[in-house]
């Protein structure tokens, strides 16, 4: 066994409290190397005496290089001293926290530790989130339902969109459109800012405590937050508190009075007065963005005001969660304060934060409930809408993921295949609904929560913004019914099968050079295999099984025979088969 590869620490993603009796244990080896993995584990406190147990362990990832095994164990006193033997043909070794050995070590003492699972340290994302679909909605160009707070301006809608232009959407549009939401099956939105902002996206904040009058009060978002409640519909806002806009009252004041403001230590001002020298700020912001200033969360009166503020709307408004912009550029001790207040405020609120990169950092209970999945985005992408990733290549990415994070955190994931700050997936496939919905199959059966663009379920295309922000098609003889049809019934398929949420994911077919795949979800004694052809041509697949199966979209029945399924896709085609 290849030595070098072999990797284990008794923290984060590698040893962690799954739930409150629960650890995970998992181990690197490399590919194919180790043909059996065994966790030797006791109490810290006790080994000799009551004895030591041991578990095998289970390839549950593998990617490119490594196979990653895991093993689950329920300490009876909370904590544990643990090792691994492992095992390929005649050699077998046994690794503890110094290093490796050629006979089982007799000192448990030099084993590693998990020292005590203590509650508060458990990494618990509300359980609601595996279970939810959400769909993302831009306020300004989802539905104008009052035509007395369009901005000045306002165009008529459905006209191209530009960065500063503006169509007049709103809360109204949105609270008389929560039927189309409810017929897609969604039970959750996710809303891009809606606090008052003078540009069409808002995230440049004038005010944290009032919602843009082009959108609404108040008032009218408590009423959109109920109505959806009434209907089982979660509410999630975006917080930009990584900066502010030009326009926000303490930022203005420090633009009148330089140093000498009140509020000078609230941004990061490099030098005064605040200028712009050869394009870059005097002062920190967004990228090199002049309008958006970032705000030193370090400063208590930030953070007190920005506390108050996520407060403010779960209390009062009754919202169910928080997405957080550019959540990687903001300090982690303000992350932690902010999810004391937040889970404070209502223990389930949903914590996501926009990190297109691996996050583990902030996944480990103490910060956010879920990332932005964008690497798993540009996997499904890559192999089912641009063709340049092959069904192995797509699996060991995949692999990848699944490896990276402690379990809850893959499932409650947020999983999206594009958004405001992307090019519309219907247009990345170059208008081929078929790679449209093959992506959108594997999007709503992977462990963590999808979420539908606006838009995408009739049909809407568009390039990167602004492009992807236009405006709804509420013309239904303009809207691909037929799409939104099948959007429809991936939500109700997924919501009503547990194993297609937080089963297990098995892999069963990802050969090199081929854009097939197929992989198999399971839970409660519920078992669907997925299958994919992510190709131009039309594929057979032959796949391990034994019994009765039917498509669960089609209803279309299969038959094992002599232990295997035979499934023919066309082109860009899927099948979803359960058992049974
Ligand atoms: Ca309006």
Redesign the pocket.
């Known amino acids: 066994m290849l030595r070098e590869a072999i990797y284990h620490r008794p923290k984060n993603n590698w040893c962690y409290a799954y739930d409150r009796q629960t650890v995970h244990v998992r181990i690197r080896t490399k590919r194919g190397d180790a043909e059996r993995v065994t966790l030797l584990h006791g109490d810290k406190y006790n080994w000799h005496e009551i004895g030591h147990e041991t578990t095998e362990m289970r390839v549950f990832a593998q990617d490119a290089l490594f196979d990653y095994w895991q093993a689950e164990v329920r300490p009876a006193f909370r904590r544990l001293k643990y090792g691994f033997r492992l095992q390929a043909g005649r050699e077998t070794l046994w690794l503890n926290e110094q290093g490796f050995h050629e006979q089982e070590p007799e000192n448990p003492y030099l084993y590693f530790e998990y020292p005590f699972l203590n509650p508060a340290d458990v990494f618990e994302p509300p359980a609601w989130v595996k279970d939810a679909v959400f769909y993302q909605i831009f306020p300004e160009r989802f539905a ?7 901005p000045e301006g ?1 165009l008529p809608w459905g006209g191209e969109p530009t960065p500063a232009n503006f169509f ?3 809360l ?2 949105v609270i008389d459109h929560l039927d189309h939401l409810e017929r897609l099956g969604v039970n959750a939105i996710y809303f891009n800012p809606l606090f008052e902002a003078t540009t069409n996206h808002k995230y440049d904040t004038e005010d944290y405590r009032k919602v843009d009058s ?1 959108f609404g009060t108040n008032e009218k978002l408590k009423e959109l937050v109920d109505a959806c409640h009434a209907r089982g519909i979660r509410v999630l806002l975006d917080a930009v508190f990584n900066h502010s806009g030009r326009t926000f009252a303490p930022f203005v004041d420090v633009l009148k009075k330089g140093q000498t403001s009140k509020y000078a230590d609230w941004f990061h001002v490099r030098q005064f007065p605040l200028t712009v020298k050869e394009g870059i700020p005097t002062f920190d912001t967004f990228a090199f963005t002049e309008m958006m200033p970032k705000l030193n969360t370090e400063n208590p009166d930030v953070q007190a005001y920005l506390l108050e503020v996520a407060r403010y709307w779960i209390e009062e408004i009754g919202v169910d969660g928080w997405r957080l912009d550019v959540a990687n550029e903001v300090d982690h001790r303000f992350w932690r304060k902010f999810r004391d207040v937040v889970k404070t405020a209502k223990p389930d609120a949903y914590i996501l934060g926009e990190i297109w990169h691996d996050s583990l950092p902030w996944l480990s209970g103490d910060q956010f409930d879920a990332v932005m999945n964008y690497p798993l985005t540009e996997a499904i992408l890559d192999f089912a809408v641009k063709g340049t990733r092959d069904g192995r290549q797509f699996a060991d990415q995949l692999g990848s993921l699944l490896a990276a994070y402690p379990q809850q955190a893959t499932e409650a994931a947020f999983n999206l295949l594009g958004s405001h700050d992307t090019a519309r997936l219907l247009t990345l496939a170059g208008n081929d609904k078929r790679r449209v919905r093959l992506a959108s199959a594997i999007q709503f059966t992977m462990p963590g929560t999808p979420c539908v663009y606006y838009g995408d379920e009739i049909g809407l295309d568009g390039g990167n913004d602004p492009g992807c922000r236009k405006c709804m098609e509420w013309d239904e003889s303009k809207q691909d019914l037929e799409l939104f049809g099948f959007f429809a019934g991936l939500t109700r398929l997924r919501r009503s099968h547990r194993a297609l949420r937080d089963g297990s994911l098995r892999l069963l077919a990802a050969e090199p050079g081929r854009a097939t795949l197929a992989y198999i979800r399971e839970a409660d004694g519920e078992r669907f295999i997925v299958a994919l052809n992510a190709g131009r041509r039309q594929a057979k697949l032959s796949l391990q099984a034994t019994g009765e199966w039917s498509d669960a979209l089609k209803g279309e029945p299969f038959r094992a025979e002599r232990g295997k399924i035979s499934v023919a896709l066309p082109a860009y085609g899927f099948a979803v088969l359960k058992q049974g």
């Not at 104008?144 to 369009?150: A, K, L």
């Open positions: 104008n339902g009052d035509p007395s707070n369009d306002v007049g959407g709103d109204q549009g082009h």
